[in-house]
T-cell receptor
């Protein structure tokens, strides 16, 4: 079945530092890939997505490139802000036991804390 | 446009007591999900509805958990009786069918004492 593995956190950075959060996946075929973000006290929300290999998803200064050669979808941002402090989840459709494209399987999440 | 609404936001109960969570999805979204999020973990699917039909409930512990989505709109997730290990955040999400774009509520945090 489909699954994702995220780098273990938490990640603590100073403002304006470069961010990378690693995500690798195992999947049947080439499903879309997603990053979701959960700000403190809020629900998860879609941050960006890529629907096919070599696609780059981007939003709010964050980027992630769908790399089928390395089965990766790492999240990057060139200069983080305090307001980026949140939990970030990598996700893809399907899950253990088969590919049910009506659901998402999430990684464990990476806590990012950005200090002024 | 209103987002996904969940209630209650917080619930504290003693073990063996029942508890229920309610979810109102985004208007027009036919697909509704209940996810379980344990501390430090990603969300895990409990049940997925397409309109009023439960199409994926393989991860729902049916001995104590039940869910319903009457009329294909609001949904209720019930636990009876609750156990200590049920302490977690219960997330509701809905989608219009565009693959992977789920809209989540703020969640209901359950503490079982």
């Amino acid at each position: 079945g489909n699954s994702v593995t995220q780098m273990e956190g938490p990640v603590t950075l100073s403002e304006e530092a470069f961010l990378t959060i690693n995500c690798t996946y195992t999947a049947t075929g080439y499903p879309s890939l997603f990053w979701y973000v959960q700000y403190p006290g809020e629900g998860l929300q879609l941050l960006l997505k890529a629907t096919k290999a070599d696609d780059k998803g981007s939003n709010k200064g964050f980027e992630a490139t769908y790399r089928k050669e390395t089965t990766s979808f790492h999240l990057e941002k060139g200069s983080v802000q305090v307001s980026d402090s949140a939990v970030y989840f990598c996700a893809l459709p399907g899950g253990a036991g088969g590919t049910s494209y009506g659901k998402l399987t999430f990684g464990q999440g990476t806590i990012l804390t950005v200090h002024p | 446009e209103a987002g996904v609404v969940q209630s209650p936001r917080y619930k504290i109960i003693e073990k063996k007591q029942p508890v229920a969570f309610w979810c109102n999805p985004i208007s027009g979204h036919n697909t509704l999900y209940w996810y379980l999020q344990n501390l430090g973990q990603g969300p895990e699917l409990l049940i997925r509805y397409e309109n009023e039909e439960a199409v994926d409930d393989s991860q729902l512990p049916k001995d104590r958990f039940s869910a319903e989505r009457l009329k294909g709109v609001d949904s209720t997730l019930k636990i009876q009786p609750a156990e200590l290990g049920d302490s977690a955040v219960y997330l509701c999400a809905s989608s219009s069918g565009e693959a992977g774009e789920l809209f989540f509520g703020e969640g209901s945090r359950l503490t079982v004492l």
